[in-house]
């Protein structure tokens, strides 16, 4: 048991396994790392956790101070209350808000990369909120990136006039208005100088980039996409919530075959020859075969028009590359779909992995590609007032007479 380590994790989210993501991250460690947790006494948990961590790569230590016996450690880490968890390596040093395994690795990283990447949210248009935390704002995504050590920042093209040169990625969320031709003009110029851009288009408005779109034989069709599979009730959507379990060969998508995601209000995106050199087209994200893209949606009804409208399975999402020199190349990931990262979705299924997955791969951090730590599902049971007098009856009153009535039948058969 000590030569071969095997463990099992019987809860339905992994709990007690560390992600692929911080299994990855710690593999790859070229540093030494300390996590030092200050206190009288151990945590159990923690430490349990960072055996895991250990087993993984060396060059992980994890040890517990009494700062009352070491006060030199106490005040080199500037250590001012208890329990206190310090991650460190070199002269870096970083306290996570808490001990769980997520904010242990996020800390893990920012002790350990050199440089922060930013990804700039293109706005102007009518886009996504980063800071809004309703249902539609994007703010569980800007925490999520910040905590992986992206720097996010907004940019006016009208008032910037290019795509500003610390920009890892642009992302550009669910416009509801057009771009200047000139702003079209200015991500075009950006990408073909070896830009990075994710661009998500809802149903009803392309943001007047179709043109630039086109330029690269990507096909925004003017449908929504409908999956009568049924599946999608699961999680508690309907046919106009296209379910994805079937995935391209593409490091974005290589980890989410265990998991779906899916997309509220979703139209086609598909490909065409190229036109503009070697370019590699990936269809990511395909629907069921219970699905099409409909061409005309008329208030809640749908059906499938032979001849009319496109028979599943239907293409989401598209990665495109194109390569311009040994280490320089075009990344461009368009998606028909903006709300699947929102606050009331990321959360949700493999829908915050597979954006967060996307900015990884297009800032070229693909060691960050993975399905992410997990948190508890919320198993509570709310019973109405008739159920809880239906369980009364059945547990309280019902069981107890068979008990009994059963005891008094055998023993007047015995007797």
């Not at 590699?280 to 001849?307: C, H, P, Q, R, Y």
Request: aromatic share 8%; hydrophobic share 35%.
């Amino acid at each position: 048991g000590y030569r071969y380590h095997k463990r099992f994790d019987l809860t339905t989210e992994g709990l007690n396994t560390l992600s692929d993501q911080t299994k990855k991250i710690v593999g790859g460690l070229q540093k030494d790392v300390k996590v030092i947790r200050f206190d009288k006494v151990d945590d159990q948990r923690l430490a349990d956790m960072m055996r895991e961590y250990k087993f993984i790569n060396a060059r992980v230590t994890y040890e517990r101070v009494d700062p009352q016996l070491k006060p030199e450690l106490g005040q080199k880490y500037q250590v001012k209350r208890m329990p206190d968890t310090v991650v460190t390596s070199g002269e870096r040093v970083e306290r996570p808000q808490a001990d769980d395994e997520q904010s242990v690795t996020n800390a893990l990283m920012k002790v350990t990369r050199d440089k922060l990447k930013t990804i700039c949210f293109i706005e102007g248009h009518g886009e996504k909120d980063l800071g809004s935390q309703e249902a539609d704002g994007y703010a569980s995504i800007d925490k999520a990136m910040k905590s992986e050590n992206y720097e996010v920042k907004s940019v006016n093209l009208v008032s910037s006039n290019k795509v500003p040169e610390d920009c890892a990625a642009i992302v550009v969320a669910g416009p509801t208005k057009e771009f200047f031709p000139q702003e079209a003009d200015l991500i075009g110029k950006y990408l073909d100088g070896g830009g990075k851009a994710l661009l998500m288009l809802d149903p009803g408005s392309d943001g007047g980039l179709n043109n630039l779109l086109k330029n690269w034989n990507i096909i925004l069709a003017n449908d929504t996409v409908i999956d009568v599979s049924g599946v999608g009730r699961l999680f508690g959507t309907g046919p106009a919530v296209p379910l994805v379990t079937n995935y391209g060969a593409h490091p974005i998508t290589k980890d989410l075959n265990r998991v779906a995601t899916f997309f509220p209000f979703a139209r086609s995106v598909d490909t065409g020859e190229s036109a503009k050199g070697e370019v590699v087209f990936i269809k990511m994200l395909n629907t069921s075969e219970a699905s099409w893209a409909e061409t005309e949606l008329k208030g809640n009804e749908a059906k499938f028009d032979e001849g009319k409208d496109k028979k599943g399975p239907v293409s989401l999402g598209v990665a495109m590359t194109k390569m311009l020199g040994e280490n320089q190349d075009i990344r461009l990931v368009v998606i028909g779909d903006s709300d699947f990262a929102t606050n009331n979705y990321a959360g949700k299924a493999g829908n915050g992995d597979l954006f967060l997955n996307t900015v990884n791969w297009l800032a070229q951090d693909e060691d960050l590609i993975a399905i992410r730590p997990k948190s508890p599902t919320n198993r509570s049971i709310t019973l109405s007032e008739s159920q809880q007098k239906t369980f009364f009856l059945l547990t309280v009153l019902l069981m107890p007479l068979v008990v009994i009535g059963t005891g008094v039948w055998i023993w007047w058969k015995r007797r």
